[in-house]
């Protein structure tokens, strides 16, 4: 079971704006940086923001990332249909006595 | 080009053991930590392990500590994971994973391999 808290799912026509939540606490997203990943289907998982709100190179700003105090979210603007996948926040974890790394359990976004 | 291959996935018995490979090119691996992931069928993410640049700090996830080894090979760009007493619990696709910035280990999981399906069973 995750610390992280995402819903399962998100739905929303081509062109159309979504954002996906990541819920923590302040052992986690409170007091550390936030990745959110890509899965399409099939393949590898693909970073699309770190440090809460960083896009690598290659990323469209279509996809953007922020951070208030125990959540995060990732926002996706004109939505596409290459954008149906499963998405992944990610941080530290502080609770334990050596800390690790968790992934939320994932949101699927399907473009209707 | 960052290019990470795994290998060794296979079908294996509970309490078993299996060494997986990634052969990693395109950058200069003895600079960066290396991690694994894994995603057993249908399910998320899970953090493994990180094994530092020049290997002399690993870490583990609790539900492998003791079970698992992650070991590195910087003259031939070569990264390892060694699995022991395995359970169907294990079943699952193995990633291996670069990190994004040179030096100590951040967690910023920049670069994936295709992954390697692990198969539990009897």
């Known amino acids: 079971q995750s610390v992280l808290t995402q819903p399962p799912s998100v739905s929303a026509a081509p062109g159309q704006n979504v954002t996906i939540s990541c819920s923590g606490s302040?052992?986690?997203?409170?007091?550390?940086?936030v990745s959110w990943y890509q899965q399409l289907p099939g393949t590898a998982p693909k970073v699309l923001i770190y440090d809460n709100s960083e896009r690598p190179s290659g990323i469209p700003h279509r996809f953007s990332g922020s951070k208030s105090g125990t959540s995060a979210t990732l926002g996706i603007t004109g939505l596409q249909t290459g954008d149906e996948a499963d998405y992944y926040c990610?941080?530290?974890?502080?609770?334990?006595?050596?800390?690790?790394?968790?992934f939320g359990p994932g949101t699927k976004v399907t473009v209707l | 080009e960052v290019q990470l291959l795994e290998s060794g996935g296979r079908l294996v018995q509970p309490g078993g053991s299996l060494k997986l490979s990634c052969s990693a090119s395109?950058?200069?691996?003895?600079?960066?930590?290396m991690y694994w992931v894994r995603q057993a069928p249908g399910r998320g993410l899970q953090y493994i392990s990180t094994i530092i640049n020049t290997g002399a700090v690993t870490d583990y996830a609790d539900s492998v500590k003791g079970r698992f080894t992650v070991s590195r090979d910087n003259s031939n760009n070569m990264l390892y994971l060694q699995m022991s007493r395995l359970s169907a619990e294990d079943t699952a696709v193995y990633y291996c994973?670069?990190?994004?910035?040179?030096?100590?280990?951040?967690?910023?999981?920049?670069?994936w391999g295709q992954g390697t399906l692990v198969t539990v069973s009897s």
């Open positions: 990610g941080t530290w974890d502080s609770s334990l006595s050596t800390g690790r790394y968790f």
């Open positions: 302040s052992s986690n997203i409170g007091n550390n940086y």
């Open positions: 395109g950058f200069t691996f003895s600079h960066y930590a």
């Open positions: 994973v670069k990190e994004f910035s040179v030096g100590a280990p951040v967690w910023h999981f920049a670069s």
